[in-house]
Structures are given as C-alpha cells and as structure tokens.
C-alpha cells in the first residue's frame, strides 16, 4: 500500500457521485477509472506523458496531453466540480498560479503534497547533513521532479494568502488510515509525512454546491 | 481473401460513383453551385441494422477514396491500409466505413477535369472555387444519398482533419465522436506560401495552357512534378530525410553536372514522376486553394471555442506529432484549448515521431494503439457491439 493508493482512497471518499472532476497529472488513469467506475464521475484529465495519455485513451477516459502550468488558463471557470492535484504542486513551475487556476476552474481543489517539515526530514537534514530520502519522498535530489517543495505551514500560509478555505485536511502515512488534522498547529507540521487538503474559495459563490460536513469529508 | 494477399488488403464493399440531379446542386461558399454533382466513394465494412456504425474517413491533399483498398491507378496498397481493415484501429468488422473523394478532387468526383455541363469540355479554370465546407456539405449530401444519418465517428489527417474539424462546426448533431489528426484550424502563411510555390511551378509550365491542356492533348506533368517535390519536403523531417538519405550518392563520384547526383534528388523526382501519373495539376491548384482559404473560425469572428459550442456533446480526439512542423503540435493545441474553453470532452496526444507530417500514414504504433482504445471505448458508449 503506497501513499498514492491512500490519496485515492480519500479522494474517493470526498468526491460526490456524478461531480465533473478534473485530475491534473492524471498519469495511466487509475483514479480517474476508480471516479468513474465507483461515483459515475465525468472525469477529464491532464497529463505530460504521451503514454500516459495513450494508457487513458485505452481506458475510455478524456485526456489532455499537457500540463498545469500551461493548459489550465484555457479551462473556463467553474467547468468543474473538483479538480485534484496528487502529489504534483511541487512539481510545476508556478505553484501559486496553479493553485489559484485549480480554484477558478473547479468549485473545489484536492490537493495533496509530502510536508517538507516532517520530523524525518528534519532529521535527515539536520542529522546527516543530506537531502532526505523518505516515503512521501522516495527519490534522490538528482532524479527528482520536485522543483518547489513546501511544509503544511507554508502552504496553510499561502492558501491564507490566495483567500482559499482548507475545508478539510488529513495526514497521510504509509499504510494507515487518513488522520483527519488540523494543519495549522505545529504539531501536525512535524508529525504529518504527507497530507491531503480540501480547498474551496473562502468567498464562494452562489453557485456552490451542497455544504458536507467535514467529519463527512475526512472520517 | 486468399491466403496469397497480404493481410491487410480487404475488399471494398462498395465502390461506386453516385450523381446527384441537377436539381440537388452542391451549394458552394463562392455562391456559385455544382449541378449533376458526382462523388465517386469506397466503402468497407457494412452498415448495421440501426445505422449507427458508420464511420467517415476524410482523405488529405493528394489521397483518395480508396483508402483501405488496393489503387487503382498505382497498384498500390490503401493510404491507411495500416488503419483500416479486420482487427485494426478501424474495424471493419465492426464499423461501416465511408470514404469519399474530395470535391475537385480527380478520382471520379466532379473537379475541374471533369466535363462542364454547360459546354462538355472539362471545366478547366472555369470550375468554381472549392472550400473545405463545400467538400463537408458535398460528404453531408453522400451521407444523406446513403441512409447514413449520423456518424459514429469521423477522422482523418491533415486536410482529413480539417475537414474533421469542419464537420463539428456544421454538423454537430451528426457526429458522436471526431478524430482530427495532425491538422490545424486554419492555414498558417507558411503553408499558404508553401502551396504559393507548388501553384506557381504548375501554372509555369507551358503545358498547362491557362488550365485548358486537358483538351489540347497535353498535361503540365513538369509543373507538377515540381510541385509535388516542394510539397514532399514539407511532410518530412530534416531528421527523416537526413537518416533516409543522409549525403549518400547515387553513383560512385560526383557528375559535375546538374544529374541526380544525391539520393535525396533521385528520390524527390521519383516523387514527383509518380506523382503526375495519378493526380491532376487543376485539381492541386484547386484543392490547395481550399485548404489556404480554411479559417474554421473566422465564420465566428475568430473565435474558435464559440464554434465548438455546439459540438460539446462529440468525443473528440487530436492527434499530433512532435517532428510535424507544417501543422505543427501548436496548432492542435489551439484546436483543444478551445475545445476545452468549449466544455467538449476532448483528448489530446502529442505522439514522439521523427518522420514530420507524413507520421500520420505511417505505420506508428503508439498512435494506432491510442487510436485503438479511443475508438473502442467510444464505442462501448455508442453501444455498439
């Protein structure tokens, strides 16, 4: 059971049936099929890789070659429900603009990311003087796609900053249950290896769906 | 089919020429009109009971209808034998495929080689200008003529997916799935200039006659043959014909002379030669005029997206490939930002290719496979067995 299996399982969860969701860096597909076969969701996807692609095609699912930083500007807003980045804001250029288009295209963002301030990192760097090699970030600094990496403090601050309301949050770790948390207390920024954010605007309009409780959302 | 014939050669079900009354004439953007319209067609496959697997394959500049059976002209296999037949991405197992010569084209379909009604000479110049909306009505008209009221899909590459293209503007309630191959929305001023070139060796010749050869007993095969050369250049990569052919001589030692001294000459006036043996040099000036005049959205003030509006119920899909730089992967870009913007359920893959434009003929199998499963699963939500 990895992580990313986790961040489907909760995806899953939180997405309401038949909801329009848009997945960036959607890869072969997998969650895209597990929206569409378990929610009857109308899934589109963003993707870099031609195989990718090729893979979703063969899927049935509607897939875009591209990528965030620079097809998201051409979605209209409010064509989707949701739309979910897993694992990939620290891999585009321009996390902040991102960010900000995921929330002009889609009522609601799932976002989820490793926390660069888990203790084991802290360790790592503190201890061993090296770039840490971890679970949520199993890839040596050489080879990986990570450009702009981030704590959950750093990214509650610039959810603050864009005017984004963290509807919901849960810790991910290998192998365990989604841990609903709080991501603004500093425990959580130590103890959490990854987590998973429900993001809405903190001034919704009126075309805003149905309120869920959050204890529904991350239980 | 005999186990002597290659696999992919399947049997037309269907080759026919159809001509319309003179009291159903092809309407054209020029204003002007076609009476007693033929429009010459090959089908494969056969149309089920409830008509809905029909599928239309448009054909680029210089193809045909014969796209999945042998020329006959040339001897040669169908331009997309690869693509169409039993088990392949087109199934003609499974689908009714329709493939129909352009109008102005020269393989049976009425085009300026063919006889003026008003005088029984060939039209010559005197045949109107044709657009790609004309050749989309004309392929509506067959359809109609036909029984087809809806297509499962229509596909194909270049001027094919321009008309793909054309085909969602039009006719959105038609179609339940597009396939546009490496196309684009309108005619960039490089490939105006390009076909510019190709036009002018033909109308340089002294054998073209103002387009009146045909019925002074000559063919501006010179031209043409230049023309065709020009054009080949641009649907191939350098890093094709560098590999194909590199600096390689075609003898031992240099002419010192205008000969064919390098492999790449010999090769574009084979080209060239072949070329004039089955093709019309009116009809290339003619149906590369209609593809420089091609603005999908100029009808709609330039706005691309509010041209797809009405076309976001179809499943489109859009090819293109990384080493095509006459339609290059920019130009199918724009086609699905805009389908996106139109909230139409679009893919998009860029396929990694070395041999330029031509890709879309050839036999790339990470295209055939994606093609493959777009189809299907398109077809799993036709309903279609």
């Not at chain 1, 799932?110 to 003087?129: I, M, T």
């Not at chain 2, 006889?115 to 008209?141: C, E």
């Not at chain 2, 790339?364 to 493959?372: D, F, Q, R």
Request: proline share 5%.
């Amino acid at each position: 059971m990895t992580l990313v299996r986790q961040d489907f399982r909760e995806i899953l969860r939180l997405v309401r049936p038949g909801a329009r969701v848009l997945d960036v860096g959607c890869g072969e597909g997998e969650l895209l099929e597990l929206l569409w076969r378990e929610k009857g969701v109308d899934g589109r996807g963003l993707e870099i890789s031609a195989e990718g692609v090729s893979a979703c095609l063969a899927r049935g699912l509607a897939v875009v070659q591209g990528d965030a930083d620079d097809d998201l500007d051409y979605f209209p807003a409010r064509a989707f429900d949701y739309a979910v980045l897993s694992q990939t804001l620290p891999q585009v250029r321009q996390p902040r603009h991102v960010l900000s288009e995921l929330l002009r295209i889609a009522e609601r963002a799932v976002v989820s990311l490793p926390n660069f301030a888990h203790w084991r990192v802290r360790f790592d760097l503190l201890g061993a003087g090296r770039m840490p090699i971890t679970r949520a970030l199993p890839t040596p600094w050489w080879a990986t796609g990570n450009i702009h990496l981030c704590t959950l403090r750093d990214f509650t601050e610039l959810c603050d900053d864009l005017d984004l309301r963290i509807e919901a949050c849960a810790a991910l770790a290998d192998g365990k249950p989604a841990r609903p948390i709080d991501p603004k207390q500093a425990v959580e920024n130590w103890r959490a290896e990854s987590a998973i954010f429900l993001l809405s605007r903190a001034t919704p309009d009126a075309s805003a769906g149905p309120k869920v409780a959050k204890q529904d959302l991350f239980s | 089919m005999s186990d002597g014939e290659a696999a992919s050669e399947i049997v037309a079900t269907g080759t026919d020429v159809i001509r319309f009354p003179a009291t159903t004439p092809l309407r054209l953007d020029s204003g002007a009109e076609i009476r007693g319209l033929e429009i010459a067609y090959s089908t494969y496959g056969r149309l089920n009971a409830d008509k809905s697997n029909a599928i239309l394959v448009c054909h680029a500049l210089t193809m045909d209808q014969h796209a999945a059976s042998t020329h006959p002209v040339t001897g040669k296999p169908g331009w997309w034998a690869q693509v169409i037949g039993p088990g392949q991405p087109l199934d003609t197992d499974r689908y009714f495929i329709i493939c129909a010569n352009v109008v102005g084209g020269c393989q049976g379909t009425t085009g300026p080689s063919s006889p003026d009604p008003a005088t029984g000479q060939p039209y010559g110049l005197k045949f109107p200008v044709v657009t790609i909306p004309d050749m989309v009505r004309a392929q509506a008209m067959l359809l109609d003529a036909l029984g087809v009221e809806t297509l499962f899909a229509v596909i194909g590459g270049s001027m094919g997916g321009m008309q793909v293209l054309q085909w969602a503007a039009d006719y959105p309630e038609r179609l339940f799935s597009a396939i546009c191959i490496a196309a684009a929305a309108r005619h960039s001023a490089q490939n105006i200039a390009f076909h510019e070139v190709g036009r002018q060796a033909i109308m340089a010749d002294p054998d073209w006659r103002a387009g009146e050869y045909a019925w002074q007993g000559v063919r501006p095969e010179k031209g043409l043959a230049v023309a065709r050369m020009a054009a080949h250049i641009t649907y191939l990569s350098e890093a094709a014909l560098q590999r194909k052919f590199g600096r390689e001589l075609q003898r031992d030692g240099l002419s010192w002379g205008f000969d064919a001294d390098f492999q790449v000459e010999s090769y574009l006036r084979y080209q060239g030669a072949a070329f004039v043996d089955r093709f019309d040099a009116n009809s290339y000036l003619y149906i590369t005029r209609a593809m420089d005049y091609f603005d999908l959205a100029a009808a709609r003030g330039g706005n691309l997206a509010e041209t797809f509006r009405a076309a976001r119920d179809v499943r489109f899909c859009v090819f293109s490939f990384t080493s095509d730089w006459l339609y290059p992967t920019s130009e199918s870009r724009q086609i699905v930002r805009a389908l996106n913007a139109a909230g139409a359920r679009a893919s998009f893959v860029e396929i990694e290719s070395d041999k330029g434009h031509d890709a879309f003929l050839l036999d790339e199998p990470v295209m055939h496979s994606a093609l493959a499963g777009f189809v299907a699963s398109a077809a799993q939500a036709r309903g279609l067995e």
